[in-house]
């Protein structure tokens, strides 16, 4: 079809838009890049042909290139191909989820699971499933995009409190609940850009004198710190400690029951592939059955922190803060220059002027890894470290 004189050619708008978006990302060095990165066991990762230790990873027991998680994996796609086929509610539903399922509650001491694409998924099903217009979500200002993501597609009123400030929630729920049909209060055990902890016991006492239900994000509290308290509602993925990709949702029988019937991410997707769930399978035996394994990555980060003079380490995860983007970025780019990749974190992933490298640890780094790259941030950084 021919244009008329008066018509535009669309695609150039549209590139002219993304050019003008990316230069303004370029000018705040907040342009994303994807890289390469060939990851391998012990917490190598190579990058540009440079063989370097990963700092960045999720992988907090090295369970994704353990030969028993592996090997799991492996028989599963060979017995069940190499993906589900279909959503789980036609014909998606291969065994290696259900038997997943069946652990994963057991391990979460509930009645039952559901597991989902990613965690993005159950959290973008999870909320809206549960609430809508009319009800109230209460969340921490620090949670996941993905909880947002949540709420927002949710339709209930959406109100942040500041970071783990009970005074505040409480003062919020004390505003807000009487008006709202059900409440849902959303948080994360351990918080994936700071590392520090929710005050799980104190929210579940506040959630039980208002009646609001509580949803736990564990993405990064699975296996490798003490759970302590149980919310009604436990997500989380299969991606990090356990070493696979996936999501979950663990809680009564009566609400998984329900969000297999109105989650939407779960429903409208396709089941996740087998061989994911047989080898998170095998990883939980292993969270399970070795715990000195699961104790070390936040013994690795202690000795990290120790060192360094930062705040003792409350979980894998240790933050230290930079400020500006660029800044981030070049310390980043410095450290890899010694054969460590820590990845900047910059906003809107954090909070503008609040820029960092989130150092994770893994129990695959060695106690000499963790010491040089606590001597190489003393010398790079010593302003965002006390040690020298
Ligand atoms: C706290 C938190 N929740 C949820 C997710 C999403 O999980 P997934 O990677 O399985 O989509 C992540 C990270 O990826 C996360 O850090």
């Not at 997943?100 to 694409?117: S, T, W, Y």
């Not at 592939?273 to 035996?285: E, G, I, M, R, V």
Request: with cysteine; proline share 5%; charged share 20%.
């Amino acid at each position: 079809m021919s244009q008329t004189s008066s018509s535009q050619d669309p695609t150039r708008s549209l590139d002219a838009f993304a050019r003008e978006k990316l230069a303004g990302l370029d000018a705040a060095a907040l342009r994303r890049r994807l890289v390469a990165t060939a990851r391998g066991p012990d917490a190598a990762a190579e990058r540009g042909g440079r063989a370097l230790v990963s700092f960045s990873c999720n992988d907090y027991l090295g369970l994704a290139h353990e030969p028993r998680v592996i090997a799991a994996a492996a028989e599963a796609l060979t017995r069940y191909g190499a993906g589900a086929g279909a959503s789980r509610l036609v014909t998606g539903n291969s065994p290696p989820l259900v038997a997943l399922e069946e652990r994963l509650a057991r391990h979460k001491g509930k009645e039952a699971a559901l597991l989902f694409g990613s965690g993005y998924l159950a959290n973008l099903g999870i909320a809206p499933a549960l609430v809508g217009e009319g009800d109230l979500i209460l969340i921490d200002e620090l949670g996941h995009s993905c909880l947002f993501a949540g709420a927002k597609m949710s339709g209930a009123q959406v109100v942040r409190f500041a970071h783990n400030e009970l005074a505040q929630l409480r003062g919020l729920l004390a505003e807000h609940r009487g008006t709202a049909r059900r409440a849902l209060i959303l948080t994360e055990r351990v918080f994936s850009m700071d590392g520090d902890r929710a005050p799980l016991p104190e929210i579940l006492a506040l959630a039980g004198e208002y009646d609001a239900w509580t949803l736990v994000d564990d993405a990064h509290g699975l296996g490798v710190v003490e759970p302590g308290t149980r919310a009604p509602l436990e997500m989380g993925t299969l991606s990090k400690t356990l070493g696979s990709y996936g999501g979950y949702l663990c809680a009564s029988q009566a609400v998984i029951d329900l969000l297999t019937s109105r989650a939407r991410s779960l429903v409208y997707t396709t089941g996740l592939p087998p061989a994911s769930a047989a080898a998170a399978l095998a990883a939980l035996d292993i969270v399970e059955a070795e715990p000195a394994r699961a104790a070390r990555p936040l013994a690795l980060a202690r000795r990290f922190t120790a060192r360094l003079g930062l705040p003792d380490a409350t979980s894998p995860i240790v933050p230290v803060l930079v400020g500006e983007a660029e800044a981030a970025l070049a310390l980043s780019a410095a450290l890899e220059a010694r054969g460590f990749l820590v990845v900047a974190i910059r906003p809107p992933t954090v909070a503008p002027g609040t820029a960092r490298l989130r150092v994770a640890f893994s129990a695959a780094h060695g106690e000499a890894q963790v010491d040089a790259l606590a001597e190489a941030l003393a010398a790079l950084a010593p302003e965002s470290v006390r040690a020298a």
